[in-house]
């Protein structure tokens, strides 16, 4: 089924207002917790957001996931019985990634309607993605999706996404007295700096990253740098085989009154 379809621009009441262009306050930063799925914070340490409610459907059906997938083995290959099955562990695995998606669309939401500006950490999601953690592969997948949903969402409502550099390293910076810690591993769950300072990391990392425009001056051309994910283009076909239902959504230059929405579903 193909589907041609006109998108108005969200409304103006919908958009943030426009900033001065020497005006660096309210950015936000939002960093990937370990424990949590994600925690902003602003550039004085106030943390606006905990999101601690990260979904986790392979953990909780994965019993329903083994009896499925074992009904499949037993039957015969090729018999109709045998197809059925395969029907139903799809369905299954489709029922998950849309309960992933509809929660970090959930968030996103939140996020670009609360904050006009927001920083995230660049992720080298085609590094991660070779490692041999596969469970961590497939979060760090989930998260460059996120990215890819704040960015254009936040386009939208003609606010800012800016994109740290990879090389940044929000996680080991002390967010009181700018030092950089030489090592901090993933056991240590408290940043705690030779100046006193001491935080929960996460949210070490995200006032990092809120102050992070500041320092590199950027805010003229952080709107030009997308987030480190697969871009889904509906029209380039890209990322279509991650939803091959087509439940998605549209992109930024999609939103425009005289673009064309083609999504094909094969
Ligand atoms: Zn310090």
């Not at 409304?11 to 994600?38: K, M, Q, T, Y």
């Not at 998260?143 to 990879?166: E, N, P």
Request: glycine share 6%; charged share 25%.
């Amino acid at each position: 089924m193909s589907l041609t379809l006109e998108a108005a621009d969200l409304h103006s009441a919908h958009h943030h207002l426009p900033r001065e262009h020497r005006d660096n306050r309210g950015w936000v930063g939002i960093d990937r917790g370990l424990a949590v799925f994600a925690v902003a914070a602003t550039a004085d340490g106030t943390e606006v957001a905990r999101i601690d409610t990260a979904p986790k459907p392979l953990v909780t059906e994965v019993s329903r996931q083994r009896r499925l997938a074992r009904s499949v083995s037993r039957k015969q290959k090729g018999s109709r019985n045998c197809r059925d099955a395969m029907a139903r562990l799809a369905r299954h695995h489709h029922r998950i990634a849309n309960i992933r998606r509809h929660f970090a669309h959930q968030v996103a939401n939140m996020l670009v309607k609360t904050h006009d500006r927001l920083v995230i950490e660049d992720l080298n999601v085609a590094g991660m993605l070779g490692n041999r953690h596969v469970a961590r592969a497939i979060s760090d997948a989930g998260w460059a999706d996120f990215a890819r949903l704040l960015t254009y969402k936040q386009a939208w409502r003609s606010g800012t996404v800016a994109i740290a550099d990879r090389r940044y390293p929000s996680s080991r910076r002390c967010s009181a007295c700018a030092a950089i810690k030489p090592t901090l591993t993933l056991a240590d769950r408290m940043f705690l700096c030779e100046c006193g300072f001491c935080a929960d990391r996460d949210h070490n990392a995200a006032i990092n990253l809120a102050v992070w425009p500041t320092i590199n001056q950027c805010f003229s051309r952080s709107l030009d740098l997308r987030a480190g994910g697969r871009v889904t283009n509906v029209r380039r076909r890209e990322g279509s085989d991650r939803n091959p239902l087509g439940v998605g959504e549209t992109v930024p230059v999609d939103a425009g009154t005289d673009a064309h929405i083609t999504r094909d579903v094969s």
